[in-house]
């Protein structure tokens, strides 16, 4: 009668299972190969009153999570972590917005959700690791293990997971990150999972309207944590040199970088949002050669391993930057940045100037496939 | 996307697992089923027709209704079929309201299910008062305390039979002799009791007892309202004036036959089955004693005979359930609500547990179906989950979890 998993001792693996078709694989796949598994979902998001089929973390997605386990043959459980969520993911999303940023919740939603609190709870649990559906690869280097993009570079998502530490990531498995996505798609449909043909889910998975929209709500539903809105007057729009071009045709927090519709300037010229000034609440405006700027300045460096050597002909440790999820890399010198570096300051200098540094965003640094480190833009340089 | 279940392999923990949850829902009798089977399958009738498909419907009700009544010592015309506990809590609430026309004062135990607390709240929503009783550290809401909260303007009081989370039984038999001669009706949720200790309408001398099938091996979606002669009563679900006028909608008669087969076994089975759970209950607790630091919530204060509550401090009670779970062992961390509770338990809380210790406890609840046999291997897998869980995890936070 006894208890199948009483007295195992074969690792097991917690896989987190949003309902989405990669992490449904992603189970999936490693039932089929005997290994032990549970599936453990995160129930993150309050999305009552939305149509939220198809969108992470919904109620109808945990269903579905629930319903691949049962195909993979694996136990499910749904964890509460939507307080933790709203405080480390949400609320810092709504103030970097509050505060002229342009945020990257994903980045603080895969690193500290997934590979702290849900690796700590699936160790209370038993298990030693926990697998996701990420597209990165973690492969063994000389000095330990090292994360790589994935094979699949439309579908790479190692920008998201810099922040992990190297304890993590020997706790972390992505079995996808070998696969295209084609693959895994053509592998659920294969195998009759529930959700092989559903829609890729989105970026900011809380947000189901305008973004701006959810932001101001945010402010004005919960007063306790946000204050109130710092302004509803429209922000000045001025040029980059001091011209000023008269009100916008919204307040300050309703711009980010690079952003080009919606300021409300006529005339002729493309004008896009150069920077944003919260006290002031300004905008700064330029053409779209405006945005070029030689470098960054970042902080809360971190590095997944051992720091790399600096290069002395450049002056700072050569490698690529990526400075949005999608950018395809410039190669760039990093260097700690003046007697502020205790605080993980850093200039990163690009080779090539680039357009729209966006402060909130992801600086994340790669050498090859590797992925090194990174820091979170504050400026452009 | 199929909508079918497509379960290509039974989950690995399925196999051989057992049952000590019974608090959540009991397996239905193989004897319940055999007597529902010809109302789901041959026969077919609506109670309500003239015709003998509609008279065979109906006298299979009339069998089950008399079953049930017999079970608490009621009269059949007194007992209404429904769906479920929270339908006639709703409905009995919604009754008292109506009638006083939502003026007066209500009384309720601070650990109600939530269909009364919503309910009280909804009645405070539409003007009434509500005083909330909260229970003793005992887990025994004292019946002197409900007795001084009573008004002349007092239209209802409601106490359950037992808790559903501690298994504590309640003086509802010492308040309602108080509120009868003062015209007070008395409800008592009789949810958790009913097929597990003997209940008897009249011992208890209430006015509204509420059961529902689906905890003593009846059919989920098979509840009864019992509503004592020449109560005033008005019913919130109209349409075409089923079960007296009481509760409209045409009757679910498999559901109802299976909840008076079960009546009728638990009525037979009661001293055996009191016997069984309690000797396999007090193994279990017996047995606790090896785990260090193992409370038992509300020891020594009447209780059913199969319910446990127990905190292990330092031990993670939603992990603990997720590690017995992966151990064959199904249990509970208690009753939090499925449109989400991240707070500790409020009955925990109210019975002055700390939040830690609330957050570490669990509910165990043995059934019919349980064999003294199966505790001491079932001792020894909480023992090694326990002391893994106390070796890893500062507390994490709970989960959801459905509501008994």
């Not at chain 2, 609430?93 to 909804?122: L, T």
Request: proline share 6%; net charge negative; charged share 20%.
């Amino acid at each position: 009668m006894s208890s199948p998993a009483h007295g195992r001792q074969r690792p097991l693996t917690a896989v987190a299972m949003s309902g989405g078709l990669d992490s449904s694989v992603t189970a999936w796949l490693l039932a089929e190969k005997g290994e032990a598994c549970i599936g453990l979902s995160m129930l993150l998001w309050d999305h009552s009153g939305e149509a939220t089929h198809g969108r992470c973390c919904g109620a109808l997605d945990l269903g579905d999570a629930q319903r691949v386990a049962r195909q993979a043959g694996i136990p499910h459980y749904t964890l509460r972590m939507d307080e933790e969520f709203r405080s480390h993911v949400v609320d810092p999303f709504v103030n970097d917005y509050l505060a002229g940023r342009t945020p990257s919740p994903c980045v603080n939603c895969n690193t500290w959700l997934k590979f702290d609190l849900l690796l700590e709870r699936a160790r209370a649990l038993g298990a030693d690791s926990v697998a996701t559906g990420h597209y990165a690869r973690i492969l063994e280097g000389p000095d330990g293990l090292e994360l790589h993009t994935a094979l699949d570079p439309d579908k790479d998502q190692s920008y998201y997971l810099f922040e992990l530490t190297a304890n993590q990531l020997a706790a972390a498995r992505f079995p996808l990150g070998e696969m295209t996505k084609g693959q895994v798609r053509t592998l659920a449909r294969e195998v009759g999972l529930v959700v092989a043909e559903k829609a890729e889910s989105m970026e900011v998975c809380f947000v189901s309207g305008s973004i701006q929209e959810f932001v101001e709500g945010q402010v004005a539903d919960h007063p306790d944590r946000f204050g109130s809105l710092p302004t509803t007057a429209p922000a000045e729009a001025v040029r980059t040199d001091g011209q000023a071009l008269g009100p916008s045709s919204s307040p300050y927090f309703r711009y980010t970088v690079g952003q080009r519709r919606g300021v409300g300037i006529g005339g002729g010229e493309k004008l896009y949002v150069i920077g944003v000034q919260p006290e002031a609440n300004q905008v700064t405006l330029g053409s779209q050669d405006e945005l070029l700027a030689p470098g960054l300045l970042g902080e809360r460096l971190h590095w997944i391993g051992q720091p790399p050597t600096a290069d002395p002909e450049h002056g700072g440790v050569r490698l690529t930057v990526k400075i949005r999820s999608h950018h395809p890399g410039v190669a760039a010198t990093v260097d700690k940045a003046g007697e502020e570096s205790g605080e993980g300051l850093v200039a990163v200098r690009f080779d090539e100037p680039q357009r729209g540094i966006a402060p909130g965003q992801a600086a994340v640094f790669y050498r090859g496939t590797r992925v090194l480190g990174g820091c979170w833009i504050r400026s452009a340089l | 996307m199929p909508l079918s279940v497509t379960s290509h392999k039974v989950d690995s923990v399925a196999m051989n697992a057992l049952y000590f949850d019974n608090n959540a829902t009991t397996p239905l009798d193989r004897r319940v089923a055999e007597a529902m089977r010809p109302w789901m399958w041959e026969e077919h009738g609506n109670p309500a027709s003239i015709h003998q498909f509609g008279r065979a419907a109906r006298e299979a009700v009339e069998v089950a209704r008399t079953a049930v009544a017999r079970l608490i010592g009621a009269a059949a015309p007194e007992i209404v079929f429904n769906s479920s506990g929270t339908e006639a809590m709703n409905a009995v609430f919604w009754s008292v309201g109506s009638i006083a026309e939502f003026k007066g004062h209500v009384i309720f135990s601070a650990f109600e299910h939530p269909a009364a607390q919503a309910s009280a709240d909804r009645l405070e929503s539409f003007g009434m008062e509500v005083t909330r009783i909260p229970p003793g550290n005992d887990g025994v809401v004292p019946a002197e305390a409900v007795i001084a909260a009573l008004r002349p303007d007092t239209k209802l009081v409601s106490l359950m039979l037992a808790n559903n989370e501690l298994g504590t039984l309640q003086p509802v038999s010492k308040v309602a002799a108080t509120c009868r001669p003062l015209g007070v009706p008395v409800l008592t949720d009789a949810v958790q009791a009913v097929g597990k200790v003997a209940v008897d309408v009249e011992q208890l001398g209430v006015d509204f007892l509420i059961l529902g099938g689906h905890k003593f091996h009846g059919p989920v979606g098979s509840a009864a309202l019992w509503i004592r002669k020449g109560t005033p009563f008005e019913s919130w679900m109209i349409g075409g004036s089923q079960e007296r006028h009481r509760r409209s909608g045409t009757l679910n008669v498999p559901a109802i036959v299976g909840l008076g087969r079960a009546a009728e076994l638990a009525l037979e089975e009661l001293p055996h089955r009191i016997r069984q759970l309690g000797a396999i209950r007090d193994r279990f607790e017996a047995g606790l004693s090896r785990i260090p630091d193992a409370r038992i919530h509300c020891r020594d204060a009447p209780r059913l005979p199969h319910t446990s509550h127990i905190a292990f401090l330092g031990a993670e009670g939603e992990s603990l359930t997720i590690r017995l779970d992966l151990a064959g062992y199904a249990v509970s961390t208690g009753a939090a609500c499925s449109s989400g509770v991240v707070e500790p338990s409020r009955t925990l809380l109210a019975i002055g547990l700390s939040a830690a210790e609330a957050l570490a406890s669990i509910r165990v609840s043995f059934g019919i179906t349980n064999h003294e046999e199966e505790v001491d291997p079932f001792l020894a897998v909480l023992s090694e989950s326990v002391a893994a869980l106390r070796a890893v995890a500062p507390l994490a936070s709970t989960s959801t979890s459905a509501v008994d």
